[in-house]
């Protein structure tokens, strides 16, 4: 091995801009404690303890089937839909227990956006796709106000450029990375706290991946992201935080930076190094 | 909300008329020159149920739900008057809108015989004088006749054309042996059912409604022979035979004079009480008067008219329309 | 009263009802901070109307009854009606026609007295026509009252509405149930009462099929009723000879189609065969019974059987086969289909022929589902109907020759139902007893072929 | 190693590749000649219907000229309606003037076979067109039956020279019958129409439709989108599936022992045929919509529900409108089979005669299907190519709803 | 970074047994010149040549979708099952043109055995799955002569000891791992000369990977092994040739430890770095 070939995931995370490295103290978003999630009797995540902070980005590493997406899922209640799924201990949004009864799904749903492996977008047009949260919301009145709405959100998503002038056209029209980035800018149309996105690139090509993750680094600053991914360099990338997931448990969370240069654990080395998955 | 609460009953506009097949497409004829004439009133319902199940839904009571008028090819039975009369259907008229004869008949070209209704019993019956059946072919009846299979198509037991060949031609055969005649006194229901039960083997089988489909049969097969009205016969005389039976052979005349053994009456059967009730329903009789003269409609289908004195009778009773009672049926 | 004004009152008031609710609603909307209200302006809109519409329109229902009731007895208490028969049927008919005249739904006199009613009838109607508007719209205020009392910024009114929502859709589906419950109720119940008169066993073991209609419901002769003839001509036609065409036919066109043909040839060729699916049983009876049948009468004379029945089962049996061809091969279809394809691959990557692949591989792979779709087809063959009875003869042999007529359960249900209307003898009940061992025989295929089925989809997912 | 002999490059193994190629092309030969055997039913049914049922649509007609004003009949007042005219008509002896007109033309041979209703349609000439009766007319009457079929050359042996020298005077004739398509059922196939018949399956569908379409599509979507999954759910998924597949003439023993018995006087109507229908019809709906709904992808779900959506606003924003067309195409379908459906029909009532065409779903009708089989039961030779005819028709609307379906679901199929 | 976390993929090809890590000149058995392989219009293989040796374990690597699954199949005309695929240019082994008109797919296919990515064993008997092959191109006469075929098949996927007491099971029984080694096994079974592997280990978890790529180990002495890897970890593990495709292309194709200690391409270096994938 010659020297001028760096050990990749600290490489990847001297590449961040200084800083972000090291950010200032930031509140808690959403805070997990205990969460144990069942599928019928099988535990997919064991008594697993979190928190999300505003202004961060958090990655969900671990092999595939260690229950991060399940976890993920739980935090804005997507996990409502799998009949067979059950969360135990308690997940806060702003020190509100979304599990609460009283809690309202929908809202919860508009507060905590989600962005999904495969892009998603609804098969109509790239306009509608966007307006479509805005107005079951009601949050425009007019025609104009959805306007601003959807340009904005475009614009954010560093789509704006590239649809302006086909704003009509169907939204599965556009290329793999342009959809998902159509779905992030879906998310941010109804102006959430938080962004959840399951492996947002993982069908993507590089290219887009790089642009997707350029686009996380730019939306940081102003929602709570929380990111999983298959891709330990990516997680490098990207996060200021990381948690590493194994068989359902949560095995080390921390600062991305001493996960990947610093573990403290045996299992965190080994995925890191490559000696599984 | 078409009606008002209390009457209960909902109202009807069509004549409904049920029952024999053989009566069925006369009616059907007429049904038709009625809603020609009068196109206001609507088309009457014809359905051919056989003259037992349409006189039992005659019988089931009065009102838009049971049916005006019933056909039938044979005359109505003490019971089922009685039935009539439980249920309230007690003003009913009777008229006989002509005559049929009982058609034994095969396809042009196939087998022909001479048979007597003895030879008909002792190869159609289910236990020929309380014995069993053991015949196979028209030879094993009587040497006389030929050695063919015996195969006869015939209607089934809700048919009135089914029990008149049992009354006409079955029971005659039956009583033609005087021995066996004699045990009547004895158990005269197990006498009844001896002379008239038809076997179940598949020498004869039962049709279903569909007389049209007993030609189709006989047609189709020339060693069967089928049972039906006459007027059936006629309809097709390009492609059946009739039978003779005791030499007389089933002809316009020789039914209307009764030579012929297997002649009987066509009646329909009118509800008094929905004269008034169901639009139309006097006009649709005047048309059956109209129809079923010699140089009428259906004669040219078929239909043996009635004599003239009968004729006359049954003219006047359209518009009289005397009730009929348990007296008239004994 | 005509249905139009109620409709119309409801649908207007309900109408209004929405438009000042989600007028309502805006002003929230625009007083609330952020502008954000618990529902949109337009669910406030929805829950006022339904809460509008939908009593009213119950309420009209009931007063369609309750006044019709009120107009009788206004009617029958006006002295014209002094001159109507006591009772019975004329009379009925005298106050249905006078109604009609009064409705203007019909012109036709013929009962003079019903002209005199007509006028107290419109009276009466016009009367509590206007009353029931009156009511309907106290009743509509009430409802309006406490539907806008209840908007409020903070008022979940989605949530309501969408319950609403829920449960139209709940209702719909229990119709099913229902429907069963129907069909299961009525056969039961009527079963029940032939068993009354016949014993079930000699029902279900006899081999003498003769039912008598016209014989004494009183006391009929249990000798008359074994249904064994039936059940096996059922059996030999749906069962035996149409599955003899069916399978392998179904099979081998759904083989080709999936694994040989073009792309193209598949595109006209799996139309063409759910056309044949498509054409009416009618179609085919008629087909069987005008030109199969005669032909294979012709074929048996000419082979030198005598006196060949003209509705053999063979003519039912072959035409039942051809019609369900498409369905065994659509189940076939599907079943391969679902075999994976990581089994065709791995078989062929063996260097395993197309052919052995699919005798060898996929069709084992798929016999459950095989199997499942062939019960099905079994289960639909002995329910087909016109076909036998077009085709198939009533004549209840018991006999193993294609060449001889049969009967089958369903052309007895027609042939003991058609027209004799008598529900208390054991004829007309017998065909219920069949229909309901025709019910609980396609039943028990249906479920265990489903079943199949599905655990063999399952195991592929 | 490479000079190992592999058991796959052996002449043994190329012989063995022979017959198995062999076999290969046997085994295709038949797949193929399955294929064909069941696409040569199918073109054998359609051809045979075909060539039975060109005749159908034609009937014999004699040309028979009437000079009217040598007749005196005079016109009926304007204000009577059609029935009335007409039988006015008669008591002038139009009848008489008919026969007698015919005579003259085709002798009384061929007079006397003139179908007994033809005057009918001289005096409908007059109603409609007063002024006919100034001048002399040439109407083309049907013939009866017997000469019909003489004609066609079957039937009475005795009538046939006559049909042939009237043919060859070119008196008689076939000609295309129009009234086919709008008379309704008679007793003569002379005479006989299928708009009678028709109308009855239009207004059955209608009901069908109203009742099986909304009902199906609400419990699909309940089932596929909300339904726990609990014993009862459960319970209407396994009633679904049997209703599917329990055999059509037990739904009419449902229509006779319910629909029967609480509206008595409805036999026969397309109303309680339609609702008979419908139950038959609903289950298909229900399936072919959830398996509609079910090729929504879940990620388009999750898409809306992540912006915030509701269940209900999740399915009717986007489940629905993307699973219509597969809805509409299940919907056709069970349409098309309701429409051909006979079985469930002949047990209420709808086997009645009725002469003229059912002006509402509460009168007497017969369905097209049904006259098919009605009419399969006439003797008449003439009924043999009218049958023949009206299953063209109902071939027709069949093929076209199985059409339509099938352009829906190409048209519509997604690849997600 | 700690100095005793050693770069991954350095370590891993350290590993290997020192006599394979440069093996003595073997002789070409596949030879691929200027294949580009199109789905009807789309190509997604373009000009690719690559040599297959003898003794060899070559892997495919590169990013998902760029054509390697492709590729692979493209060597035993798997791609024939596939209606709108279409191959360019040449491809020999032991120099005879697989796409020649004269060629026998079914022969060839023998000759080039393949193990998928999911395994896919019939829904038949453990013996049956082995006997298939043999029994199909007629390679036994007699049971006898079966037997030995399937026991000496199952002990060289390493299997036997495991199932020989259960030969009667269904394949579809066995775990996941032990499936993918009755699908090796099934291949060997006919005596090929090449087995391709398309991402043999992506459905196992760890312990059953090991298991296989030590199997594979095994087996290299006697066969042309392909094998395609997503993971960079895997190729350089158990590879001694290693082909990087990206886009469609190939853009490097050498000795697995040049490939991966001193890459000629900056997009191999890129990729196996973590910049992308
Ligand atoms: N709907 C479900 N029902 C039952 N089990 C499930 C369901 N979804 C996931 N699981 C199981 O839960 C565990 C965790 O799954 P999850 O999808 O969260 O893993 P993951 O870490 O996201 O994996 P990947 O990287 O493959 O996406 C797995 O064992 C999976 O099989
Ligand atoms: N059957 C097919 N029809 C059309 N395009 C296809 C087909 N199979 C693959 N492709 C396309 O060909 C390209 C190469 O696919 P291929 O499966 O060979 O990639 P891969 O490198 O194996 O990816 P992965 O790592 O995801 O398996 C991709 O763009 C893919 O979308
Ligand atoms: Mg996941
Ligand atoms: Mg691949
Ligand atoms: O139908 P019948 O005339 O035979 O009763």
Same mark, same amino acid.
């Given at each position: 091995?010659?020297?001028?070939?760096?050990?990749?995931?600290?490489?990847?995370?001297?590449?961040?801009?200084?800083?972000?490295?090291?950010?200032?103290?930031?509140?808690?978003?959403?805070?997990?404690?205990?969460?144990?999630?069942?599928?019928?009797?099988?535990?997919?995540?064991?008594?697993?303890?979190?928190?999300?902070?505003?202004?961060?980005?958090?990655?969900?590493?671990?092999?595939?089937?260690?229950?991060?997406?399940?976890?993920?899922?739980?935090?804005?209640?997507?996990?409502?839909?799998?009949?067979?799924?059950?969360?135990?201990?308690?997940?806060?949004?702003?020190?509100?227990?979304?599990?609460?009864?009283?809690?309202?799904?929908?809202?919860?749903?508009?507060?905590?956006?989600?962005?999904?492996?495969?892009?998603?977008?609804?098969?109509?047009?790239?306009?509608?796709?966007?307006?479509?949260?805005?107005?079951?919301?009601?949050?425009?009145?007019?025609?104009?106000?959805?306007?601003?709405?959807?340009?904005?959100?475009?614009?954010?998503? +560093?789509?704006?450029?590239?649809?302006?002038?086909?704003?009509?056209?169907?939204?599965?029209?556009?290329?793999?990375?342009?959809?998902?980035?159509?779905?992030?800018?879906?998310?941010?149309?109804?102006?959430?706290?938080?962004?959840?996105?399951?492996?947002?690139?993982?069908?993507?090509?590089?290219?887009?991946?790089?642009?997707?993750?350029?686009?996380?680094?730019?939306?940081? +600053?102003?929602?709570?992201?929380?990111?999983?991914?298959?891709?330990?360099?990516?997680?490098?990338?990207?996060?200021?935080?990381?948690?590493?997931?194994?068989?359902?448990?949560?095995?080390?969370?921390?600062?991305?930076?001493?996960?990947?240069?610093?573990?403290?654990?045996?299992?965190?080395?080994?995925?890191?190094?490559?000696?599984?998955? | 909300?078409?009606?008002?609460?209390?009457?209960?009953? %909902?109202?009807?506009?069509?004549?409904?008329?049920?029952?024999?097949?053989?009566?069925?497409?006369?009616?059907?004829?007429?049904?038709?020159?009625?809603?020609?004439?009068?196109?206001?009133?609507?088309?009457?319902?014809?359905?051919?149920?056989?003259?037992?199940?349409?006189?039992?839904?005659?019988?089931?009571?009065?009102?838009?739900?049971?049916?005006?008028?019933?056909?039938?090819?044979?005359?109505?039975?003490?019971?089922?008057?009685?039935?009539?009369?439980?249920?309230?259907?007690?003003?009913?008229?009777?008229?006989?809108?002509?005559?049929?004869?009982?058609?034994?008949?095969?396809?042009?070209?196939?087998?022909?015989?001479?048979?007597?209704?003895?030879?008909?019993?002792?190869?159609?019956?289910?236990?020929?004088?309380?014995?069993?059946?053991?015949?196979?072919?028209?030879?094993?009846?009587?040497?006389?006749?030929?050695?063919?299979?015996?195969?006869?198509?015939?209607?089934?037991?809700?048919?009135?054309?089914? %029990?008149?060949?049992?009354?006409?031609?079955?029971?005659?055969?039956?009583?033609?042996?005087?021995?066996?005649?004699?045990?009547?006194?004895?158990?005269? %229901?197990?006498?009844?059912?001896?002379?008239?039960?038809?076997?179940? %083997?598949?020498?004869?089988?039962?049709?279903?409604? $569909?007389?049209?489909?007993?030609?189709?049969?006989?047609?189709?097969?020339?060693?069967?022979?089928?049972?039906?009205?006459?007027?059936?016969?006629?309809?097709?005389?390009?492609?059946? $035979?009739?039978?003779?039976?005791?030499?007389?052979?089933?002809?316009?005349?020789?039914?209307?004079?009764?030579?012929?053994?297997?002649?009987?009456?066509?009646?329909?059967?009118?509800?008094?009480?929905?004269?008034?009730?169901?639009?139309?329903?006097?006009?649709?009789?005047?048309?059956?008067?109209?129809?079923?003269?010699?140089?009428?409609?259906?004669?040219?289908?078929?239909?043996?008219?009635?004599?003239?004195?009968?004729?006359?009778?049954?003219?006047?009773?359209?518009?009289?329309?005397?009730?009929?009672?348990?007296?008239?049926? $004994? | 009263?005509?249905?139009?004004? !109620?409709?119309?009152?409801?649908?207007?008031?309900?109408?209004?009802?929405?438009?000042?609710?989600?007028?309502?609603?805006?002003?929230?909307?625009?007083?609330?901070?952020?502008?954000? @209200?618990?529902?949109?302006?337009?669910?406030?809109?929805?829950?006022?109307?339904?809460?509008?519409?939908?009593?009213?329109?119950?309420?009209?229902?009931?007063?369609?009854?309750?006044?019709?009731?009120?107009?009788?007895?206004?009617?029958?208490?006006?002295?014209?009606?002094?001159?109507?028969?006591?009772?019975?049927?004329?009379?009925?008919?005298?106050?249905?026609?006078?109604?009609?005249?009064?409705?203007?739904?019909?012109?036709?006199?013929?009962?003079?007295?019903?002209?005199?009613?007509?006028? !107290?009838?419109?009276?009466?109607?016009?009367?509590?026509?206007?009353?029931?508007?009156?009511?309907?719209?106290? @009743?509509?205020?009430?409802?309006?009252?406490?539907?806008?009392?209840?908007?409020?910024?903070?008022?979940?009114?989605?949530?309501?509405?969408?319950?609403?929502?829920?449960?139209?859709?709940?209702?719909?589906?229990?119709?099913?149930?229902?429907?069963?419950?129907?069909?299961?109720?009525?056969?039961?119940?009527?079963?029940?009462?032939?068993?009354?008169?016949?014993?079930?066993?000699?029902?279900?073991?006899?081999?003498?099929?003769? !039912?008598?209609?016209?014989?004494?419901?009183?006391?009929?002769?249990?000798?008359?009723?074994?249904?064994?003839?039936?059940?096996?001509?059922?059996?030999?036609?749906?069962?035996?000879?149409?599955?003899?065409?069916?399978?392998?036919?179904?099979?081998?066109?759904?083989?080709?189609?999936?694994?040989?043909?073009?792309?193209?040839t598949r595109k006209w060729i799996k139309p063409a065969l759910e056309v044949l699916a498509g054409v009416p049983t009618v179609v085919y009876g008629y087909f069987a019974a005008l030109t199969v049948a005669p032909a294979i009468r012709d074929m048996a004379l000419a082979i030198g059987v005598s006196n060949p029945s003209s509705e053999s089962a063979l003519a039912a049996g072959l035409v039942m086969g051809v019609m369900i061809i498409p369905f065994v091969s659509s189940m076939a279809d599907d079943s391969i289909a679902a075999v994976p394809q990581a089994m065709r691959d791995g078989s062929l990557a063996m260097g395993a022929t197309a052919n052995e692949t699919i005798r060898r591989v996929l069709v084992p792979a798929a016999l459950p589902g095989i199997v499942g779709g062939v019960m099905l087809a079994v289960s639909r063959a002995i329910g087909e109907t016109m076909i036998v009875v077009m085709a198939a003869s009533t004549a209840a042999t018991l006999s193993a020759n294609p060449l001889d007529s049969m009967t089958t359960v369903t052309v007895q249900i027609v042939a003991l139902l058609t027209g004799e209307g008598s529900f208390d003898h054991p004829a007309t009940l017998a065909a219920f007893a069949l229909g309901f061992v025709l019910f609980?025989?396609?039943?028990?295929?249906?479920?265990?072929?489903?079943?199949?089925?599905?655990?063999?989809?399952?195991?592929?997912? | 190693?490479?000079?190992?002999?592999?058991?796959?490059?052996?002449?043994?193994?190329?012989?063995?590749?022979?017959?198995?190629?062999?076999?290969?092309?046997?085994?295709?030969?038949?797949?193929?000649?399955?294929?064909? *055997?069941?696409?040569?039913?199918?073109?054998?049914?359609?051809?045979?219907?075909?060539?039975?049922?060109?005749?159908?649509?034609?009937?014999?007609?004699?040309?028979?000229?009437?000079?009217?004003?040598?007749?005196?009949?005079?016109?009926?007042?304007?204000?009577?309606?059609?029935?009335?005219?007409?039988?006015?008509?008669?008591?002038?002896?139009?009848?008489?003037?008919?026969?007698?007109?015919?005579?003259?033309? /085709?002798?009384?041979?061929?007079?006397?076979?003139?179908?007994?209703?033809? #005057?009918?349609?001289?005096?409908?000439?007059?109603?409609?067109?007063?002024?006919?009766?100034?001048?002399?007319?040439?109407?083309?009457?049907?013939?009866?039956?017997?000469?019909?079929?003489?004609?066609?050359?079957?039937?009475? =042996?005795?009538?046939?020279? /006559?049909?042939?020298?009237?043919?060859?005077?070119?008196?008689?004739?076939?000609?295309?019958?129009?009234?086919?398509?709008?008379?309704?059922?008679? =007793?003569?196939?002379?005479?006989?129409?299928?708009?009678?018949?028709?109308?009855?399956?239009?207004?059955?569908?209608?009901?069908?439709?109203?009742?099986?379409?909304?009902?199906?599509?609400?419990?699909?979507?309940?089932?596929?989108?909300?339904?726990?999954?609990?014993? #009862?759910?459960?319970?209407?998924?396994?009633?679904?599936?049997?209703?599917?597949?329990?055999?059509?003439?037990? *739904?009419?023993?449902?229509? /006779?022992?319910?629909?029967?018995?609480?509206?008595?006087?409805?036999?026969?109507?397309?109303?309680?045929?339609?609702?008979?229908?419908?139950?038959?019809?609903?289950?298909?709906?229900?399936?072919?919509?959830?398996?509609?709904?079910?090729?929504?992808?879940?990620?388009?779900?999750?898409?809306?529900?992540?912006?915030?959506?509701?269940?209900?606003?999740?399915?009717?924003?986007?489940?629905?409108?993307?699973? /219509?067309?597969?809805?509409? =195409?299940? =919907?056709?379908?069970?349409?098309?089979?309701?429409?051909?459906?006979?079985?469930?029909?002949?047990?209420?009532?709808?086997?009645?005669f009725v002469a003229t065409p059912p002006d509402g779903f509460t009168d007497n009708a017969t369905v097209l299907p049904m006259q098919i089989f009605l009419w399969s039961d006439e003797i008449d030779r003439g009924f043999v190519e009218r049958t023949s005819a009206a299953i063209i028709v109902l071939l027709i609307f069949l093929l076209l709803m199985n059409g339509v379906a099938i352009y829906l679901r190409n048209r519509f199929e997604k690849k997600w």
């Open positions: 091995m010659t020297q001028d070939t760096p050990p990749p995931l600290a490489q990847a995370i001297q590449d961040q801009p200084a800083d972000v490295v090291d950010p200032a103290t930031s509140e808690v978003k959403m805070r997990a404690r205990d969460v144990s999630i069942y599928y019928g009797t099988k535990k997919a995540i064991d008594a697993v303890s979190v928190d999300v902070f505003t202004e961060y980005v958090t990655a969900f590493i671990g092999p595939s089937g260690c229950g991060k997406s399940t976890f993920l899922r739980a935090l804005n209640r997507m996990n409502d839909t799998i009949p067979s799924a059950r969360v135990e201990g308690t997940i806060e949004l702003d020190g509100e227990d979304i599990y609460a009864s009283g809690m309202d799904v929908v809202q919860l749903r508009a507060r905590v956006g989600m962005v999904f492996q495969k892009p998603n977008p609804f098969p109509k047009s790239i306009y509608e796709n966007i307006a479509y949260g805005p107005r079951i919301h009601g949050l425009a009145e007019g025609k104009d106000e959805l306007d601003a709405i959807v340009e904005k959100s475009l614009r954010r998503a +560093g789509l704006w450029e590239e649809v302006k002038d086909r704003l009509q056209d169907s939204g599965t029209a556009l290329s793999g990375g342009q959809q998902q980035r159509l779905c992030i800018a879906r998310a941010i149309a109804v102006d959430p706290e938080v962004i959840l996105m399951d492996e947002p690139c993982s069908a993507l090509d590089p290219i887009a991946t790089a642009k997707i993750e350029e686009l996380i680094g730019d939306l940081r +600053g102003r929602y709570a992201i929380v990111i999983v991914t298959h891709s330990m360099q990516q997680a490098a990338r990207v996060s200021q935080r990381t948690a590493f997931f194994h068989l359902g448990h949560l095995v080390e969370y921390g600062h991305t930076e001493d996960i990947f240069t610093n573990p403290r654990e045996q299992r965190t080395q080994d995925y890191i190094t490559g000696r599984y998955g | 909300s078409g009606s008002p609460g209390s009457t209960g009953g %909902d109202s009807r506009d069509a004549i409904r008329a049920v029952g024999s097949s053989t009566v069925y497409p006369f009616a059907r004829r007429v049904s038709e020159v009625f809603t020609s004439e009068y196109p206001d009133f609507a088309s009457p319902v014809i359905e051919s149920t056989g003259t037992g199940g349409g006189i039992s839904l005659f019988c089931s009571g009065i009102g838009p739900s049971t049916p005006d008028i019933a056909h039938a090819s044979r005359r109505m039975k003490d019971s089922e008057f009685a039935d009539c009369q439980a249920n309230g259907v007690t003003d009913i008229a009777e008229i006989q809108v002509g005559m049929d004869g009982i058609a034994i008949a095969s396809a042009k070209g196939g087998i022909t015989m001479d048979l007597t209704p003895e030879q008909l019993y002792r190869a159609l019956a289910a236990n020929p004088y309380g014995e069993a059946q053991t015949t196979n072919t028209w030879n094993d009846v009587d040497p006389s006749l030929p050695n063919l299979p015996i195969l006869v198509y015939g209607p089934p037991t809700t048919s009135g054309t089914r %029990d008149a060949f049992e009354e006409l031609i079955m029971l005659a055969g039956c009583e033609s042996n005087a021995a066996f005649a004699a045990t009547e006194e004895a158990d005269e %229901d197990a006498y009844e059912t001896t002379c008239t039960e038809l076997r179940s %083997d598949g020498k004869y089988v039962d049709q279903g409604e $569909q007389d049209n489909l007993i030609v189709q049969k006989i047609e189709g097969n020339e060693n069967a022979i089928g049972v039906f009205g006459y007027s059936y016969l006629e309809e097709n005389a390009d492609r059946l $035979q009739g039978l003779h039976i005791n030499g007389v052979e089933p002809t316009y005349d020789n039914i209307a004079s009764f030579a012929y053994p297997g002649a009987r009456p066509l009646y329909i059967y009118v509800k008094k009480e929905h004269i008034g009730i169901i639009p139309g329903l006097q006009e649709f009789l005047s048309t059956w008067v109209a129809s079923w003269g010699e140089d009428g409609v259906l004669a040219q289908i078929g239909l043996v008219t009635n004599r003239g004195d009968v004729m006359a009778a049954q003219t006047s009773a359209v518009t009289d329309l005397p009730s009929l009672t348990a007296q008239d049926l $004994q | 009263m005509s249905p139009v004004i !109620p409709l119309l009152l409801a649908l207007g008031l309900g109408l209004a009802g929405w438009l000042v609710a989600r007028a309502r609603a805006w002003t929230f909307k625009r007083a609330a901070p952020h502008g954000r @209200i618990a529902a949109l302006p337009q669910y406030h809109a929805w829950y006022a109307a339904l809460w509008i519409a939908v009593p009213l329109l119950l309420f009209f229902l009931l007063w369609d009854y309750v006044s019709g009731q009120l107009i009788m007895a206004h009617v029958l208490a006006s002295p014209e009606a002094a001159a109507l028969p006591q009772s019975g049927l004329r009379r009925d008919t005298i106050l249905n026609e006078a109604f009609s005249i009064a409705s203007g739904t019909s012109n036709r006199v013929l009962n003079e007295e019903s002209v005199a009613l007509a006028e !107290p009838f419109r009276q009466a109607v016009s009367r509590y026509q206007l009353i029931g508007i009156a009511i309907g719209l106290v @009743i509509a205020g009430a409802a309006a009252a406490w539907a806008f009392l209840r908007l409020k910024p903070d008022f979940a009114a989605r949530t309501k509405v969408e319950r609403l929502v829920l449960a139209a859709l709940l209702l719909a589906s229990l119709v099913a149930i229902l429907t069963t419950l129907g069909i299961f109720v009525t056969l039961v119940f009527e079963t029940v009462r032939f068993f009354g008169m016949i014993s079930p066993i000699d029902f279900l073991f006899g081999t003498h099929w003769n !039912p008598d209609p016209m014989g004494n419901a009183a006391n009929p002769d249990p000798s008359r009723y074994g249904a064994i003839p039936l059940f096996w001509g059922t059996l030999f036609i749906g069962a035996i000879i149409a599955m003899i065409v069916a399978i392998p036919l179904g099979m081998m066109s759904a083989i080709y189609l999936t694994q040989y043909a073009r792309p193209a609980l025989v396609t039943l028990a295929l249906n479920f265990i072929a489903l079943r199949v089925v599905k655990r063999f989809r399952e195991a592929y997912e | 190693m490479s000079d190992l002999v592999h058991p796959t490059r052996t002449p043994a193994f190329e012989a063995r590749m022979k017959k198995r190629y062999a076999a290969e092309r046997r085994f295709k030969a038949m797949g193929l000649s399955a294929v064909v *055997f069941s696409i040569a039913v199918l073109l054998f049914l359609l051809v045979t219907m075909t060539l039975n049922g060109v005749g159908g649509f034609q009937r014999a007609v004699m040309s028979v000229p009437i000079d009217f004003p040598a007749m005196g009949l005079s016109a009926p007042a304007e204000t009577e309606d059609q029935g009335a005219a007409i039988r006015a008509l008669q008591g002038q002896g139009l009848q008489e003037v008919v026969q007698f007109s015919a005579d003259e033309a /085709l002798g009384e041979a061929g007079a006397a076979q003139i179908n007994p209703e033809a #005057w009918r349609q001289v005096g409908e000439a007059i109603v409609n067109d007063p002024t006919i009766l100034q001048r002399q007319a040439t109407f083309a009457l049907p013939a009866s039956e017997k000469l019909a079929s003489a004609l066609r050359g079957d039937g009475q =042996t005795e009538l046939q020279p /006559l049909a042939q020298d009237l043919a060859e005077r070119g008196l008689l004739e076939r000609r295309f019958d129009t009234g086919f398509l709008t008379r309704a059922d008679a =007793t003569d196939p002379q005479m006989v129409g299928i708009w009678g018949a028709l109308k009855g399956s239009i207004l059955t569908m209608i009901v069908t439709l109203l009742l099986a379409f909304p009902i199906g599509v609400l419990a699909a979507l309940y089932l596929e989108e909300y339904a726990p999954k609990n014993r #009862w759910t459960d319970v209407i998924e396994v009633s679904i599936n049997n209703l599917a597949a329990v055999p059509s003439i037990i *739904f009419g023993l449902l229509g /006779l022992a319910v629909f029967l018995t609480l509206f008595p006087s409805m036999r026969s109507a397309p109303l309680i045929g339609g609702m008979t229908l419908a139950l038959m019809t609903m289950p298909v709906i229900v399936i072919s919509g959830r398996n509609a709904i079910k090729a929504v992808p879940p990620s388009i779900r999750d898409g809306a529900l992540a912006v915030g959506a509701s269940p209900v606003q999740v399915v009717f924003h986007h489940v629905l409108p993307l699973a /219509l067309p597969g809805i509409l =195409t299940g =919907t056709i379908i069970g349409m098309a089979r309701a429409l051909g459906e006979t079985a469930p029909l002949l047990l209420i009532g709808m086997r009645a």
